[in-house]
């Protein structure tokens, strides 16, 4: 199957799937944020189950973020980057990125808890507020730190 025929089983399976769930976002604005059309055409298929793929996926980016964020505040001795990048913030911002941290970990692991469970509802309501988390906190917030580690690092 090539990448456009992949990609419109994609966009057909996601309108089944969002009218059977009933969540607001839709697959653009989940692509923006979580680059679901990439991660499919990575793997080569669109599942059977594919709220489960695409929470998969909202997973992995939330949990990408939060193993970065945690070097942060917890560096690993032996990385001369995660020490460097750690000393940048004082106590006050780490339990700020701290915070973000256990957003991101209450997020992630709702996704296990759901994929045991198989509650749709709640499946949706995760989709919506990973987006709704996503945009209100997480991107700025990241965006602020990410500003100043770069700034750091453009230093002389």
Known sequence: MNNKELLKELEEKFAK?????????????????????????????????????????????????????????????????????????SQEEKMEITELIKKAMEISSRSSLIGLTKDEEDEAKFIDEAVDLWKDIFKMKLTEIMKKINGEWGRE
């Open 17 to 89: 799937m969002k009218q059977e769930l009933g969540f607001e976002a839709n697959l653009d604005k989940l692509d923006r944020i979580f680059f679901i059309k990439d991660h499919i055409l990575r793997e080569g298929f669109v599942s059977n189950y594919l709220s489960r793929q695409i929470c998969f996926r909202i997973v992995d980016v939330y949990i990408s973020w939060t193993n970065y964020l945690h070097s942060l505040i917890m560096p690993n001795p032996q990385n001369m980057l995660n020490m460097g990048e750690a000393k940048i913030f």
